[in-house]
């Protein structure tokens, strides 16, 4: 069945460092999403990408989405340590009516 | 906030009971998608729901079921529960069924023992 995969499973990071993580579908998606969970909380949407090769940005995020539409990534420039928390990617299924999510990647920050 | 609410928010069931979770979706939303996600996993897709009917469904048993109203509020339901069911269950709310961005609600964290 289709999977989205992510990298790294956790990443610790110094306040002040960059943050990178990866995802990667089986398949070929429709658009990608980000959603970032905060210890304790639930599921927050970040952005959607639908575009081949987009690249979209939210202050000190970077958002891309690959020229196949098969992979994407979060860039954090400057990490705070309000960016703790586990970020998901997640593509839309064939049917296009589910959401299926990578494993997430759990970001730490000392300060 | 998103305007998706659930409840309860914390539950505590025995193996072999049934549970029943609720959620609102948020105004103007018409389809109603359940996740679980276990600890340290990512959600896992159970079903969704557009306009009262299911719209499509992930690989989990019959015995998970639910229903959506005509003010498009939902109901999980869970038979015969087992530890594994252990997990926060989640659900999220959109406009359109696929396609669009889905809004979760806070969750509802069920314990099994």
């Known amino acids: 069945g289709q999977q989205v995969m992510q990298i790294p499973q956790y990443q610790h990071v110094q306040e002040g460092e960059d943050f990178t993580t990866y995802c990667n579908s089986s398949?070929?998606?429709?658009?990608i999403q980000w959603y970032k969970q905060r210890p304790g909380g639930h599921p927050v949407f970040l952005i959607q990408?639908?575009?081949?090769?987009e690249v979209k940005k939210q202050k000190r995020l970077t958002f891309q989405f690959g020229e196949a539409k098969k992979n994407s990534s979060l860039h954090i420039t400057a990490t705070q340590t309000t960016d703790v928390g586990t970020y998901f990617c997640a593509g839309q299924n064939q049917a296009g009516t589910a959401l299926i999510f990578g494993k997430g990647t759990t970001l730490s920050v000392s300060s | 906030e998103t305007g998706v609410t659930q409840s309860p928010t914390h539950l505590i069931k025995t193996r072999g009971q049934q549970v029943t979770l609720r959620c609102s979706s948020q105004s103007g939303h018409n389809t109603v998608s359940w996740y679980q996600q276990a600890l340290g996993q990512g959600p896992q897709f159970i079903f969704q729901?557009?306009?009262?009917?299911?719209?499509g469904r992930g690989n989990f048993p019959p015995r998970f079921s639910g229903l959506q109203f005509p003010n498009y509020s939902s109901e999980l339901n869970v038979n015969a529960l087992e530890l594994d069911d252990s997990a926060l269950y989640l659900c999220?709310?959109?406009?359109?069924?696929?396609?669009?961005?889905?809004?979760f609600g806070p969750g509802t964290r069920l314990l099994v023992l």
């Open positions: 398949t070929t998606l429709s658009n």
């Open positions: 729901y557009y306009r009262e009917e299911e719209n």
């Open positions: 990408l639908v575009k081949s090769g």
């Open positions: 999220a709310s959109s406009l359109v069924d696929g396609g669009e961005t889905q809004y």
